[in-house]
């Protein structure tokens, strides 16, 4: 059983930093491709940043340059470096582990932690 569980999220000033992690458990996180995504009230789910299992980057327009993800397979973590945070940030933020190009049920989510950006 694939479980995904975030942590880092909370409440922090603009321009401060925060840094988001996501381990993986019941799964070969090596092969999942990875990724985070966020939701913010009234809005739609929305990519942040994604990695593949090669390491592979890729980012949403409002996060380059301020956002780096990265993971670490001997951990089975997925992290989110969150620099230079500002308002339009705050949303809850959900860890996504994919391997749908194997199986359309192999599409995994956390439970996601809020991030809140306020002065």
């Known amino acids: 059983q694939v479980q995904l569980v975030e942590s880092g999220g909370g409440l922090v000033q603009p321009g401060g930093s925060l840094r988001l992690s996501c381990v993986g458990s019941?799964?070969?996180?090596?092969?999942?491709?990875m990724a985070w995504y966020r939701q913010a009230p009234g809005k739609q789910r929305e990519l942040v940043a994604g990695i593949t299992g090669g390491g592979n980057e890729n980012y949403a327009d409002s996060a380059k340059g301020r956002f780096t993800i990265s993971r670490d397979t001997a951990k089975k973590t997925l992290y989110l470096q969150m620099n230079s945070l500002k308002p339009e940030d705050t949303a809850v933020y959900y860890c996504n582990a994919d391997l749908t190009r194997l199986d359309p049920a192999y599409d995994y989510w956390g439970q996601g932690t809020q991030v809140t950006v306020s002065s």
């Open positions: 019941g799964m070969i996180f090596a092969i999942y491709d």
